[in-house]
């Protein structure tokens, strides 16, 4: 090759594995973490003896897959949206109640263009629900009347479509809830079945609207007068925001999702709430004392499938949470396509403290970001 001649730069997003770099506006994205590039030469050199590293710790943040992490930090005030508090953040709307006693549960939700940063330096234009993405986890008890005023401030015509049991009029595709740049529409219908839900735009071209950030947990909580069972109802009491038995729960909503950057048809940036290694920059505090809930749902596009490890542990899985018995006991890894969703249970209550990874067990989604750490600690840590 001519000294005057610069390399090319391969697009794809396998150049964004441990060794290469992107770049985009400006920025890069490196294999190696901050830590790793000040690390010192006997590191470097791979002479570790000087170190004496406790073969019990665990790894850090930063640390795992190789020393494999982003450069930098997104901002996320300048986003809008923060991955750590989106964890916990439920939108329950307002409520009232309706002549025949029935609670009514309104929601509000705007759809807005909106440029995110997706990783240190790299932006995504997206469409989104409310300036987020995910769109807001919405969160409803079983039998409730629930309203959504959706709002158009975009570019394109947009709707909410729920996975769930409604009326063809209120199922958002064309000639049905789609509505155009400036006008609203209001779905309204009954909640249920109970479960882990999902709601997203369906106007076409779907694969578009979809990747481009429209899209949110939608999370109907089971109502234990229902039950006949004691168990099932103790079951269904314990998913029940705002009840003494829920407040035992450390409950999460994840959302894995993924971003094709350049627009070729495949993605070059994996996480779960958006921000690629979010979780591992900020790991997720667990109490090991209570139990832990996630409400997982997969939107990735572009790709058959997605899915989630928990390092040294095992859950039961709940498919669709449409159910108040495990569709899956003891596992550590499931997979879901599109749309799929679930509910995970588990509990560190036997494990040392300690840093405990979470992933895709693809390897290469965990490389380009969707990859994260518990923070298990005892009470008094």
Not at 110 to 125: R, S
Not at 230 to 250: F, K, T, V
Request: aromatic residues 10%.
């Amino acid at each position: 090759m001519p000294a005057d001649t610069a390399p090319s730069v391969d697009p794809s997003r396998r150049a964004l594995l441990v060794g290469g770099l992107v770049a985009a506006g400006g920025a890069a994205i490196a294999a190696g973490s901050a830590r790793s590039q000040s690390a010192p030469d006997t590191m470097a050199g791979h002479d570790m003896s000087a170190m004496k590293p406790d073969p019990y710790a665990a790894p850090m943040p930063g640390m795992a897959h190789g020393d494999m992490t982003t450069v930098g930090l997104v901002d996320h005030a300048r986003n809008g949206f923060d991955p750590t508090p989106m964890l916990t953040d439920w939108d329950t709307g307002t409520t009232e109640f309706l002549p025949d006693g029935r609670t009514l549960r309104t929601f509000e939700v705007d759809a807005i263009d909106k440029e995110i940063e997706i990783a240190p330096g790299i932006f995504f234009p997206a469409w989104t629900f409310n300036g987020r993405v995910p769109g807001p986890a919405l969160r409803a008890k079983e039998g409730e009347r629930l309203k959504i005023i959706f709002r158009n401030y975009g570019s394109h015509p947009h709707s909410m479509h729920f996975h769930g049991i409604h009326s063809a009029r209120m199922d958002g595709v064309p000639g049905a809830g789609l509505i155009g740049p400036g006008e609203e529409f209001i779905y309204e219908f009954d909640a249920k079945p109970f479960g882990c839900h999902l709601y997203h735009c369906h106007a076409l071209p779907l694969k578009r609207h979809m990747h481009k950030g429209m899209y949110g947990l939608f999370v109907i909580d089971p109502d234990p007068a229902r039950q006949t069972d004691p168990a099932l109802a103790a079951a269904a009491a314990s998913r029940a925001l705002g009840s003494p038995e829920n407040a035992n729960w450390q409950e999460m909503a994840m959302v894995m999702n993924a971003f094709d950057t350049n627009f070729d048809g495949a993605n070059e940036i994996y996480a779960a709430n958006t921000i690629g290694q979010a979780y591992m920059n900020v790991p997720i505090r667990i109490e090991k004392s209570r139990p832990v809930r996630i409400y997982l749902l997969n939107v990735t596009e572009f790709d058959p499938i997605n899915s989630f490890h928990l390092h040294a542990n095992f859950f039961d899985y709940y498919d669709t949470g449409t159910t108040l018995t495990p569709t899956q006991r003891t596992v550590d890894l499931i997979m879901q396509c599109q749309a799929q969703r679930g509910i995970l249970e588990f509990s560190f209550a036997e494990h040392e403290d300690g840093m405990y990874m979470f992933h895709a067990h693809q390897s290469e989604f965990t490389e380009l970001g969707w990859v994260g750490m518990f923070d298990v600690r005892g009470p008094e840590a």
